[in-house]
């Protein structure tokens, strides 16, 4: 490809092409890696995965829309398709939300131990570190929102409480993970 070819597409474009391959990339090594494991939290990032690949594609396409001019039957060009495709993906995480929640109340009455859980949080880890540099601020908002979760889960298990404050204290950590990421995105120098 030219350079001139090159700056022939959008950004927008070549973002959702690097997105796709990556999502394909993710989905082969989470796969091996829920296989080797039986991990359901790998599971459902490998469902992550699969749906940020479908999410990536349906981007894919709305950008190169977006991207065209305007013609005869879109006088002011095709815009919209890039805010339809950002509502496809809000569909597609809420199923997947509702998909992992299923599998995870189903899993709490399973007395299965996870298998090859190092390889699991490794691959997690890993990927978790990917582009810290710039996003520093989400990465240790998500290891807050674990934190949350490992520490106060288990002095809610040691102290027998309810189920129900157990769903809290996860409420009130995905509270802080939205929050701190928000807030951390918003004052990020993003520039060069």
């Given at each position: 490809?030219?350079?001139?070819?090159?700056?022939?597409?959008?950004?927008?474009v070549r973002a959702a092409i690097a997105s796709v391959a990556m999502a394909?990339?993710?989905?082969?090594?989470?796969?091996?890696?829920?296989?080797?494991?039986?991990?359901?939290?790998?599971?459902?990032?490998?469902?992550?995965?699969?749906?940020?690949?479908?999410?990536?594609?349906?981007?894919?396409?709305?950008?190169?829309?977006?991207?065209?001019?305007?013609?005869?039957?879109?006088?002011?060009?095709?815009?919209?398709?890039?805010?339809?495709?950002?509502?496809?993906?809000?569909?597609?995480?809420?199923?997947?939300?509702?998909?992992?929640?299923?599998?995870a109340i189903v899993a709490l009455g399973s007395s299965e131990p996870t298998?090859?859980?190092?390889?699991?949080?490794?691959?997690?880890?890993?990927?978790?570190?990917?582009?810290?540099?710039?996003?520093?601020?989400?990465?240790?908002?998500?290891?807050?929102?674990?934190?949350?979760?490992?520490?106060?889960?288990?002095?809610?298990?040691?102290?027998?409480?309810?189920?129900?404050?157990?769903?809290?204290?996860?409420?009130?950590?995905?509270?802080?993970?939205?929050?701190?990421?928000?807030?951390?995105?918003?004052?990020?120098?993003?520039?060069?």
């Open positions: 490809m030219t350079e001139d070819q090159r700056r022939a597409i959008p950004f927008a394909i990339f993710l989905i082969v090594l989470k796969s091996y890696a829920a296989w080797s494991t039986g991990s359901i939290a790998m599971l459902g990032s490998l469902a992550d995965s699969g749906l940020d690949l479908l999410a990536s594609a349906v981007t894919l396409y709305g950008v190169r829309l977006a991207a065209q001019p305007a013609d005869h039957d879109h006088r002011f060009g095709h815009g919209k398709a890039e805010a339809l495709a950002a509502l496809f993906q809000v569909m597609l995480i809420t199923a997947s939300a509702a998909g992992i929640a299923w599998r298998q090859g859980a190092e390889f699991g949080i490794g691959v997690s880890l890993y990927f978790s570190s990917q582009g810290a540099a710039r996003v520093g601020g989400p990465v240790l908002a998500s290891t807050a929102r674990l934190l949350i979760v490992a520490i106060g889960g288990g002095s809610l298990m040691m102290a027998q409480a309810p189920a129900w404050t157990l769903f809290a204290l996860v409420g009130g950590a995905m509270a802080v993970f939205g929050l701190s990421t928000a807030g951390s995105v918003a004052f990020a120098r993003w520039g060069k």
